[in-house]
């Protein structure tokens, strides 16, 4: 068995030292002093391909997996971004554009991952204050009104959500108790951002300041059916 590397895998290595040879440990202690978020180092990811490495060609990405953008973000990480180095990329790249790909139809596809590729921004909308390492406790409920679904609920300690343009929500549809079991009844929905129904405010830290951690209020949300990612009721099977 060959472990080493191709040519493009190599070349996705060394562009992801130099970026972060340029964005080393003093960059973010400046940024995090100055809770800034870091701009140059986000357009430097989005130019190198790395914000589309698991996004198919067809849809303006890199068409690699998953191997591809591990590499980048060891590498980032290694070389003097720290946590930066990956969380960004896992935000947008992964959270967004990989539950995409993976569970997204046509249409979706076609909307979204172009601008994931592009350097469009996503959270991910799963913490609540009584669900942290229990998804299933999740209360945000989204109930079907005609076309639509009507969403509320709060989440916490979601990161990114200030700068978000998109949101990947985790909700409940069938209440718990009437669930055949636990692990069924949670949907995913994509929410385009802002929105007048959601409310977004920063949570104070103590570090990591060029990141945002926020509160996410959720009051009659309006979603077309349309806007479901994968197949209602099983949501808890696409976040594992």
């Not at 060609?57 to 003097?80: C, D, R």
């Not at 300041?209 to 949300?221: A, G, P, Q």
């Amino acid at each position: 068995m060959n472990f080493e590397l191709t040519a493009e895998q190599k070349m996705i290595v060394e562009t992801a030292k130099e970026i972060a040879h340029d964005f080393g440990p003093e960059y973010w202690r400046e940024k995090d002093k100055k809770h800034e978020f870091p701009e140059d180092f986000w357009k430097s990811l989005v130019e190198a391909g790395f914000t589309g490495i698991v996004i198919p060609e067809k849809y303006g990405g890199g068409g690699m997996g998953m191997f591809e953008m591990l590499l980048a973000m060891e590498t980032l990480v290694s070389e003097g971004c720290g946590l930066a180095g990956e969380w960004f990329l896992c935000l947008s790249a992964i959270f967004g554009g990989l539950s995409i790909v993976k569970h997204g139809n046509e249409a979706q596809k076609e909307k979204y991952l172009p601008q994931i590729a592009g350097g469009m921004e996503f959270c991910l909308a799963l913490t609540e204050a009584d669900a942290g390492t229990n998804t299933l406790n999740i209360k945000t409920n989204a109930v079907l009104e005609g076309d639509e679904y009507r969403v509320n609920g709060q989440k916490m300690f979601i990161s990114g959500a200030d700068r978000a343009r998109g949101m990947l929500l985790v909700t409940r549809t069938t209440p718990i108790e009437k669930a055949p079991k636990r692990t069924f009844g949670l949907s995913l929905f994509l929410v385009d951002l802002p929105n007048p129904a959601v409310e977004v405010i920063p949570i104070e830290k103590h570090g990591i300041n060029y990141s945002k951690t926020c509160e996410v209020y959720i009051s009659d949300l309006r979603l077309p059916k349309e806007n479901l990612l994968g197949e209602l009721d099983k949501g808890w099977y696409l976040v594992l």
